[in-house]
């Protein structure tokens, strides 16, 4: 289990990197760079504001205030963490909607740990019903 954690601590880093080092690597050919279209910017307002552990899923499991304290703090910091990154000139939307993408997954990936085990077992029925529920509405002809 915690190789698993560790692996895809090192999947995030490693695709993190190489989303910044790409647009060195387009410079090193000789062929001029094809004009990719931009995603639409990511805004600091785009993303949930206010309280993580009453967000969500998280919002659905008893959770004292101790682990409610500790979840808060781990969404303050990587709400910090993405500002900084929507803030920086030198990364492009792809790359700043890469590290905004990691850092949420780290900060869910902290926040699952703070859960009991009987809590991340409620975690992950309520994730699978909501991920089924997604997949069906996404099936359903409009």
């Known amino acids: 289990m915690n190789v698993n954690r560790f692996a895809k601590g090192v999947a995030v880093t490693a695709g993190l990197f190489l989303a910044c080092a ?9 062929s001029p760079p094809r004009p990719v279209p931009s995603p ?12 993580a552990s009453q967000t969500g899923v998280f919002a659905e ?3 004292t205030d101790e682990q ?9 910091i990587m709400t910090s963490r993405m500002d900084v990154v929507v803030k920086d000139e030198k990364l ?12 949420q997954h780290m900060e ?21 019903v909501r ?12």
Do not use: C, W
Request: hydrophobic share 30%; glycine share 4%; net charge positive.
């Open 68 to 76: 409610k304290a500790r979840i808060d703090e781990i969404h303050r």
């Open 22 to 30: 790409a647009p060195g690597l387009n410079r090193a050919q000789s």
């Open 40 to 51: 639409p910017k990511v805004s600091p307002a785009a993303r949930p504001k206010g309280d």
């Open 61 to 63: 499991l008893k959770l």
């Open 92 to 103: 492009n939307a792809y790359q700043k909607e890469a590290m905004i993408q990691g850092y």
């Open 131 to 142: 991920s089924a529920a997604q997949q069906q509405k996404q099936a359903s002809p409009k």
């Open 108 to 128: 869910n990936t902290q926040a699952f740990e703070v859960l009991t085990p009987s809590q991340r077992r409620e975690f992950r029925e309520k994730t699978l």
